[in-house]
Nanobody
């Protein structure tokens, strides 16, 4: 069984920074892509950033230039550095591990974390 756990959320003032961490654990052989999404109140889930095992990154338009995704393949971890935060960044932030190959090499998994709350407010 593979689990994904986010950490690092909290309350931050506008203009501030926050770093989210996500760890994938379990019987994992490899993970193709890891990414961050968010869902604000009354909103649909929004793509923020993804990164492949080869380091290719992709960002959503709303966070380009402010957020940076990085990854530690050896530890199956992904990070999201968030700078210049705005009140509209307030949301639950979710980590996703896509194309997870379990140690049994049986199929691929798509795994989501439970989310971590980020609140940007003065």
């Amino acid at each position: 069984q593979v689990q994904v756990v986010e950490s690092g959320g909290g309350l931050v003032q506008p203009g501030g920074s926050l770093r989210l961490s996500c760890s994938a654990a379990g019987n994992i052989y490899s993970i193709y892509a890891m990414g961050w999404y968010r869902q604000g109140p009354g909103m649909t889930r929004e793509l923020l950033a993804t990164i492949t095992s080869g380091g290719y990154t992709d960002y959503g338009d709303s966070v380009k230039g402010r957020f940076t995704i990085s990854r530690d393949n050896a530890k199956n971890m992904v990070f999201l550095q968030m700078n210049s935060l705005k009140p509209e960044d307030t949301a639950v932030y979710y980590c996703n591990a896509n194309g997870v190959v379990p140690a049994t090499h049986e199929g691929y998994l798509d795994v989501w974390g439970q989310g971590t709350q980020v609140t940007v407010s003065s």
